[in-house]
Each structure stands twice: as structure tokens, then as C-alpha cells.
């Protein structure tokens, strides 16, 4: 079975940390670019992190840079993001899928897709 399963979200404070994985089975986890795309509520789809396969390069969202880093440990087939000094407009929905930069920022589109973890910051 093809599966990427995303946690560590929860309730946090303003200006606290959260750190989030994603575990992939049933592909080839080393074989794919991989990406944190967020919903905030009431908002569309935002790209917030990639990290691409091979030579483990990095893209960042403005908003996130300087906060947020992202991992991936091949041997446990994880994706991870960490998250510090978080603010109140990093709340949402945290998916992780596969791909790179030009993928589609929907389910629909191209790509494996986890179902996501609720991250709430709030004071």
C-alpha cells in the first residue's frame, strides 16, 4: 500500500515549537523529491517546504524562512519539518506529499499525499 502518514501536530502558543513527520511506506521514499504543503482555514493550498532527492536541496517559503527546517532520514523513510517561533498565521492543515516545486498544489494533481495533521497556534 502507497502511504504517507503525517503527525506531531497539536495546539502550541505563540512563539513555541512544533515538530512534524510524515512516514512513507509502499515506494520508493529516497526515489522522490518531497514537500510540506499547508491550508490554513478558509485559505487555498500553500507551498511552505521541499526538499529535493538526491542532493538534499531546499526550497523555503518567505514567510517560513528562518523558522521552519526541513528534513528527511532515508532509513526511516521520514519526512520531517521543524518548526520554531511559530506565530498564529502558521495555523492549518500540514500535508506532506511528494514532489518538487512545479508539482500541483492539490490532491488531484501529481503525487502522493498524506492526510494531513492540524497545527493550532494559539495564545
Not at 502518514?5 to 529516497?30: I, N, T, W, Y
Amino acid at each position: 500500500e502507497v502511504q504517507l502518514v503525517e503527525s506531531g501536530g497539536g495546539l502550541v502558543q505563540p512563539g513555541g515549537s512544533l515538530r512534524l513527520s510524515c512516514v512513507a511506506s509502499g515506494f520508493a521514499f529516497s526515489s522522490y523529491d518531497m514537500r510540506w504543503v499547508r491550508q490554513a482555514p478558509g485559505k487555498g493550498l500553500e507551498r511552505v517546504s521541499i526538499i529535493y532527492r538526491g542532493d538534499y536541496s531546499t526550497y523555503y517559503a518567505d514567510s517560513v524562512k528562518g523558522r521552519f527546517t526541513i528534513s528527511r532520514d532515508r532509513a526511516a523513510n521520514t519526512l520531517y519539518l521543524q518548526m520554531n517561533h511559530l506565530k498564529t498565521e502558521d495555523t492549518g492543515v500540514y500535508y506532506c506529499a511528494t514532489g518538487g516545486y512545479y508539482s500541483a498544489l492539490y490532491p488531484g494533481g501529481s503525487g502522493i499525499w498524506g492526510q494531513g495533521t492540524q497545527v493550532t497556534v494559539s495564545s
